[in-house]
Nanobody, 121 residues
């Protein structure tokens, strides 16, 4: 069974920084993509950043230049470094992984439980 364990959320003042971590555990054959999505109250879940194995990162326009996604492939962990945070970045941030558990199963998407990020003075 695959689990995505998130950590690093919290309350930060505008202009501050936070680092989110997402560790994948369980029976995993290959991880193709790891990324972060967020959902603010009353809004749809949206892509923040994602990183395909061996590829280049994709970012939402609203976070380009402020957020950086990275992965530790050995640890099956993704990180989201968030700088110059704004109140509009306030949301629940969800880790997502597109992975395959074995050769007998197709790749599919998995989600973490989410971690709250609040940017407020």
């Amino acid at each position: 069974q695959v689990q995505l364990g998130e950590s690093g959320g919290g309350l930060v003042q505008p202009g501050g920084s936070l680092r989110l971590s997402c560790a994948a555990s369980g029976s995993i054959l290959n991880i193709y993509v790891m990324g972060w999505y967020r959902q603010a109250p009353g809004k749809q879940r949206e892509l923040v950043a994602r990183l395909t194995t061996g590829g280049s990162p994709d970012y939402a326009d609203s976070v380009k230049g402020r957020f950086t996604i990275s992965r530790d492939y050995d640890k099956k962990t993704a990180y989201l470094e968030m700088n110059s945070l704004k109140p509009e970045d306030t949301a629940v941030y969800f880790c997502n992984a597109d992975l395959q558990t074995s050769l007998f199963y197709r790749r599919r998407s998995y989600w973490g439980q989410g971690t709250q990020v609040t940017v407020s003075s």
